[in-house]
């Protein structure tokens, strides 16, 4: 499955159903924490192999809603079109199953990248690179150019959770945004979901050749994976949040918002849990029992994003002064 959790637009919040919408009663499920011993605040992985995530706002696969919605491989934007996944089946997340985070390898970024890490810092040496955001433009120019795809590139190849985001303009509106919480190997990862993003996100058409000059290209890698009791046990800005609940029709669901999404919103934290409730699916009005019921699982994220023009000077100062970095296609616009 494919899941979005990347922005959305300015949306009104209200925990009274959108109008149009059926009312229904509140789902229950079992209260998410009856016992300590169900909290484990330790690293979680979520989500079995596969499990496809549309990155700002929600699973994918919900078309016009903007969510991203987990069903099928399908956008996860930030900052334009949409917002919460909603994962339908639900998403086998296996919150319990321990999330081992690869120890931190890689290049420094350069100056003309922006990174954003929602880790403590000093912590832990950063993993994300302007270099991987690199090869996802390198990716999506050799797939619309028709050209052999680029080969094996030179920065770490350990499994992480990870979402690529596509923006574009100025006013870097969202374009495509998907990514999984199962650990994937970076090289085959990152270039299975620049397509899936660009191209399979359900809420926009596949990208052009003449966007590409538009474009910003974001990479995240996920980790701290952390289930816990209370669903405001968190922090705006720096936690992305996964939230599972049983909806009126007695269905689980599922979606996800990465760590800048509330921020960028302006969103407390009650209206980041219900925005994505709804986006999840959730139509009945929303009270603070039922948010109660939530299962929430939070994490964080190393984020480097990269625009057209950036990643065009990074690869040719890199491989006409010092040639590291991957092969360069043979691109005329390099010449």
């Known amino acids: 499955m494919a899941a979005g959790c990347c922005g959305v637009k300015k949306q009104k ?52 809603s903007g969510g991203c919605t987990l069903s099928g491989p399908q956008g996860c934007g930030g900052g334009g079109g949409g917002g919460g996944i909603s994962l339908a089946p639900p998403l086998s997340c296996g919150v319990g199953t321990l999330l ?15 990174a954003a890490s929602s880790s403590s810092p000093g912590s832990r040496k950063m993993v994300v690179s302007a270099e991987m955001c690199c090869f996802c433009f390198d990716v999506l120019y050799c797939h619309l150019y028709g050209y052999q795809q680029p080969r094996t590139p030179r ?19 969202l374009r495509g945004c998907i990514g999984t919480f199962s650990a994937m190997n970076l090289h085959s990862g990152l270039r299975e979901y620049t397509l899936t993003s660009a191209l399979k996100d359900s809420r926009f058409p596949p990208m052009t050749r003449d966007e590409l000059p538009r474009l910003f290209c974001s990479v995240s890698l996920l980790t701290n ?20 609940f049983i909806n009126e029709k007695g269905s689980k669901r599922t979606a996800t918002y990465l760590p800048e999404v509330a921020k960028e919103q302006g969103w407390d934290h009650i209206q980041t849990i219900d925005s994505l409730l709804r986006k999840g699916g959730y139509k009945a009005p929303i009270t603070n029992e039922f948010r109660k019921t939530i299962k929430l699982t939070r994490y964080r994220s190393e984020k480097m994003t990269l625009s057209y023009a950036e990643y065009l000077a990074h690869r040719q100062h890199h491989h006409f002064q010092n040639g590291i970095g991957h092969p360069l296609p ?6």
């Open 155 to 173: 920065f770490t190849n350990e499994p992480y959770p990870l979402f690529v985001t596509w923006k574009i303009g100025r006013d870097k509106r």
């Open 330 to 335: 043979p691109y005329n616009h390099y010449s």
């Open 100 to 114: 081992s985070t690869p120890a931190a390898a890689t290049a420094p970024s350069p100056s003309s990248s922006s």
């Open 225 to 244: 994976f952390e289930d816990v009791c209370d669903y405001l046990d968190w922090e705006v800005g720096v936690h992305g949040i996964r939230i599972e």
């Open 13 to 64: 919040l209200s925990s009274s159903p959108p109008s149009g919408s059926g009312g229904g009663g509140g789902a229950s499920s079992s209260s998410h924490c009856s016992g300590e011993s169900q909290c484990r605040a330790g690293e979680l992985g979520l989500g079995g192999a596969g499990t496809r995530l549309n990155g700002l706002g929600g699973l994918t696969g919900g078309g016009s």
